[in-house]
């Protein structure tokens, strides 16, 4: 099952990327595993996958290390896609290769300093907010560049790019100003200086179109694991 719905994704990555000009190769699969169990994940390191996205720093931190001594496999990455408490950056910055949810100052500040204290350069994404919805974390469009330039001062973080996260919809069509919305602001601050290849964006129900609208990195969960209980 998990083979055969990893494959199928592949291959909608890939017939996604060639309908608009793009590598396959350069879209990353973020395999969601929140609420998936360690022996599924393992599984699905076996067939292949090597990068995964938990949403919980308390959640992950078991599984993580019963990975590490489960496999040897050494390109393994983990990344942070849900909100990230202040209280929890100490672990976050020694559990994550990249975190995908800063959106603000005084969280960039924090991971820095807890980065420093370990000697890492903690690679980072910005979260933006392109909605009103209330429940939704990022940061606003109008406060982005401000936070951009304070974290290009932060010695112990390496910015990669920017995450968002439309609201739902029941058409994914209807997420798609979103995505393009996302890729034209960061072309923008391309403009003004910053460096942002990777653009996390699309989940299973409608990454076929963030990869259409330049998706580098889609989080896909239910689509690999199937529906969480
Ligand atoms: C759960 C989650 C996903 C994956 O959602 P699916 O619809 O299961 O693919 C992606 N991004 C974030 C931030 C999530 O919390």
Redesign the pocket.
Known sequence: MLLENTSKIFKKISYAAMRVGREPEDIKLVA?T?TIGVNTIYEAIEIGLRIF?E?RVQESQKKIQDLKLKTQNSNIEWHL??YLQKNKVKYAVQLFDLI?TVDSIELAEEINKHAEKIDKIQRILVQVKLSEEETKHGISEDKLIQLLYKIRELKNLSLEGLMT?PPFFDNPESARPYFKRLREIRNECEKIGFHLPELSMG???DFEIAIEEGATMV?????IFGE?G
């Open positions: 969601v929140k996205g949403n896609i849900g995908h996260m989940m299973s129900g989080r896909i969960g239910t689509a969480r």
